[in-house]
């Protein structure tokens, strides 16, 4: 699962021991070499989707890491793009391999932006947060877009119960379950509490107009349903007058 440049079992259980930012800022100078970095197949069907439908000005990678996210914004967005993740050490990647980006280290549920960006993205961080803050989230987002502006994030379809990932996947929320009871800080990261339909609900909550797309570059499950969709949440260009 982990190349040789990877963290050691010894690493993972130590940052799984720790806050998420904490985690986060250990596993930094090997977080690229792990699977929890957005696969490239991914950032490139979402890439591809994208440019079907921009082109746009400037855009915002929410919680980008080492900067996955960035790479996708360079080749769609014509004017500045900025990445914001609370890991100083995650920042610290991301500024190497992204000298000329806007790098802004700040917690997700309280996003410092008004107005600034045409497109916003986030890959691979939705786990992270328990289903009561994605409002804050979504709002922050939504706060942060130009009216009219897009924001994209690709959703993993839950696997078929037939599959080893599913009860994968079940098992590992389950552990995280019993690790968050007896110890803290937690650290939150669950797969299975962001289907794509509570995400939708989310995202129209916070007055977003939301629709998703199949990836279907990424792949099928055996039961022939897509591993991967897109969900396309656009800020009205006309706000509605609230009340
Ligand atoms: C699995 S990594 C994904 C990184 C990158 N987007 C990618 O696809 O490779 C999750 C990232 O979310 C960040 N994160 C988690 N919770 C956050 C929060 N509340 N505010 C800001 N960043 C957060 C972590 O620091 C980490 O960099």
Same mark, same amino acid.
């Given at each position: #699962?982990?190349?040789?440049?990877?963290?050691?079992?010894?690493?993972?259980?130590?940052?799984?021991?720790?806050?998420?930012?904490?985690?986060?800022?250990?596993?930094? %100078?090997?977080?690229?070499?792990?699977?929890?970095?957005?696969? *490239?197949?991914?950032?490139?069907?979402?890439?591809?989707?994208? +440019? *079907? &439908?921009?082109?746009?000005?400037?855009?915002?990678?929410?919680?980008?890491?080492?900067?996955?996210?960035?790479?996708?914004?360079?080749?769609?967005?014509?004017? !500045?793009? &900025?990445?914001?993740?609370?890991?100083?050490?995650?920042?610290? !990647?991301?500024?190497?391999?992204?000298?000329? &980006? &806007?790098?802004?280290?700040?917690?997700?549920?309280?996003?410092?932006?008004?107005?600034?960006?045409?497109?916003?993205?986030?890959?691979?961080?939705?786990?992270?947060?328990?289903?009561?803050? =994605?409002?804050?989230?979504?709002?922050?987002?939504?706060?942060?877009?130009?009216?009219?502006?897009?924001?994209?994030?690709?959703?993993?379809?839950?696997?078929?119960?037939? +599959?080893?990932?599913?009860?994968?996947?079940?098992?590992?929320?389950?552990? #995280?379950?019993?690790?968050?009871?007896?110890?803290?800080?937690?650290?939150? #990261?669950?797969? =299975?509490?962001? %289907?794509?339909?509570?995400?939708?609900?989310?995202?129209?909550?916070?007055?977003?107009?939301?629709? +998703?797309?199949?990836?279907?570059?990424?792949?099928?499950?055996?039961?022939?349903?897509?591993?991967?969709?897109?969900?396309?949440?656009?800020? %009205?260009?006309? !706000?509605?007058? +609230?009340?």
């Amino acid at each position: #699962m982990f190349s040789p440049q990877g963290p050691s079992l010894r690493e993972l259980c130590i940052q799984a021991l720790s806050s998420v930012e904490r985690g986060y800022d250990l596993l930094a %100078p090997k977080f690229d070499h792990t699977p929890f970095r957005t696969p *490239e197949n991914i950032l490139e069907a979402t890439a591809h989707a994208l +440019s *079907e &439908t921009g082109p746009f000005g400037t855009g915002l990678d929410v919680c980008c890491g080492t900067g996955a996210g960035l790479t996708v914004l360079r080749r769609l967005c014509a004017q !500045q793009i &900025t990445g914001v993740d609370f890991s100083a050490g995650m920042l610290r !990647q991301a500024r190497t391999a992204n000298p000329n &980006t &806007t790098l802004v280290r700040a917690d997700a549920r309280a996003l410092p932006f008004t107005g600034v960006f045409d497109l916003a993205v986030t890959f691979g961080a939705l786990g992270h947060f328990l289903p009561a803050e =994605r409002p804050a989230l979504f709002e922050g987002v939504y706060r942060a877009l130009r009216p009219g502006g897009l924001f994209a994030l690709p959703i993993g379809a839950p696997p078929p119960l037939t +599959s080893v990932w599913h009860w994968a996947e079940l098992g590992f929320d389950l552990a #995280m379950v019993v690790r968050n009871a007896v110890l803290r800080p937690p650290f939150v #990261m669950y797969y =299975r509490t962001t %289907p794509l339909s509570a995400v939708r609900r989310d995202l129209t909550a916070a007055a977003f107009t939301v629709e +998703s797309i199949p990836l279907t570059a990424v792949g099928r499950h055996r039961d022939g349903s897509p591993r991967c969709w897109l969900v396309l949440a656009r800020k %009205p260009a006309v !706000q509605q007058p +609230s009340g």
